[in-house]
């Protein structure tokens, strides 16, 4: 296995623009995260899905913020109207219930919004 | 509200020099402590999760414990390639997501 994927690993946007992330996550996992990281702070989590189902949202998740995870394997997160404030680090991280409760991250989608 | 507190910010050690990183913790319903390691532009990677007051985790130079309020992270003898962000996460009550705290950036000098 080789662990989560993320795509694209860099995006320059200007203002204004829609941006897509890909996530695809470790195979056999079935609950699948999106957190947000700035500059030295922590991820701060954004939503998460278990299967194709969306079972909770953070406040920091804007209307203009969306997320699918239409078959339950690989998810989307969009940002419609991107403003400089989005620019950050995007993670996506899987976990696999009822195993256990680590989730395992990938590498990022880093995020520049002139 | 859920709070989570990682000290030192920063700690710079020579190389051989052991010490501690701290991540304190109020949570209602604590149900795992997670470690990670996160290099510059890179997603964190995995270290120890630890469930109960009293449990230990080993993995070469580092080790992690966990009491009722807080966690440390133990480095014996670190080398150059230890150097990174550590970042301590928890789980709690009901919900499924993590809360992180900020971090300590240590840097290992030969």
């Known amino acids: 296995d080789t662990g989560v994927s993320q795509d694209p690993r860099h995006k320059i946007t200007k203002r204004g623009q829609n941006v897509t992330f890909r996530c695809d996550p470790i195979?056999?996992?079935?609950?699948l995260y999106w957190y947000r990281q700035t500059l030295g702070q922590g991820p701060e989590f954004l939503t998460y899905?278990?299967?194709?189902?969306?079972?909770?949202k953070s406040r920091l998740l804007s209307d203009r913020f969306s997320a699918e995870r239409p078959k339950g394997s690989f998810s989307t997160l969009e940002i419609q109207r991107t403003e400089q404030g989005d620019s950050a680090m995007y993670l996506c991280a899987s976990s696999e219930i009822p195993t256990g409760e680590t989730q395992y991250f990938g590498p990022g989608t880093r995020l520049l919004v002139l | 509200e859920d709070q989570v507190t990682q000290s030192p910010e920063a700690l710079r050690l020579q190389e051989g020099e052991s010490s501690s990183l701290n991540c304190s913790y109020t949570?209602?319903?604590?149900?795992?402590l997670f470690w990670y390691r996160q290099d510059p532009g890179k997603g964190p990677e995995f270290l120890f999760t630890?469930?109960?007051a009293g449990e230990e985790k080993e993995k070469e130079r580092l080790k992690a414990t966990l009491t009722k309020k807080e966690s440390f992270l133990h480095i014996t003898a670190p080398k150059p390639e230890d150097s990174a962000t550590y970042l301590c996460a928890v789980q709690a009550g009901t919900g499924n997501q993590f809360y992180f705290g900020t971090g300590t950036s240590l840097t290992v000098i030969p």
């Open positions: 195979s056999e996992h079935n609950r």
């Open positions: 899905f278990q299967n194709e189902a969306q079972l909770e």
């Open positions: 630890l469930y109960s």
């Open positions: 949570v209602s319903g604590l149900r795992g």
